[in-house]
């Protein structure tokens, strides 16, 4: 099975099917997304807070997560 064509319907319905390789990539993606979530939640905080120093800090981390995360494996492959 290749993980570039497994995607996140797959995912979904393979944890019904109580195929194993989606738990993995379930867990995966909660792993994935943990940080990411942090780094937003951490934005509304310091929002609320007005502490503008932090909160262009994670603005710039979530940016850098995202690239990464996202844009960078297009220009790798």
């Known amino acids: 099975?290749?993980?570039?064509?497994?995607?996140?319907n797959e995912?979904?319905?393979?944890?019904?099917a109580f195929n194993g390789i989606?738990?993995?990539?379930?867990?995966?993606?909660?792993?994935i997304v943990t940080p990411i979530m942090r780094v937003v939640l951490?934005?509304?905080?310091?929002l609320y807070e007005?502490?503008?120093l932090y909160f262009?800090?994670?603005v710039i981390v979530?940016?850098?997560?995202l690239f990464a995360l996202l844009l960078l494996p297009?220009?790798?492959?």
């Not at 995912?11 to 019904?16: A, H, K, T």
């Open 1 to 8: 099975m290749n993980s570039k064509t497994f995607g996140v």
């Open 11 to 16: 995912v979904f319905s393979g944890l019904s």
């Open 22 to 31: 989606s738990y993995i990539y379930l867990g995966i993606m909660v792993l």
């Open 42 to 46: 951490l934005i509304f905080q310091f």
């Open 50 to 52: 007005r502490n503008r």
């Open 56 to 58: 262009i800090i994670s």
């Open 62 to 65: 979530l940016f850098n997560m």
């Open 74 to 77: 297009a220009f790798i492959s």
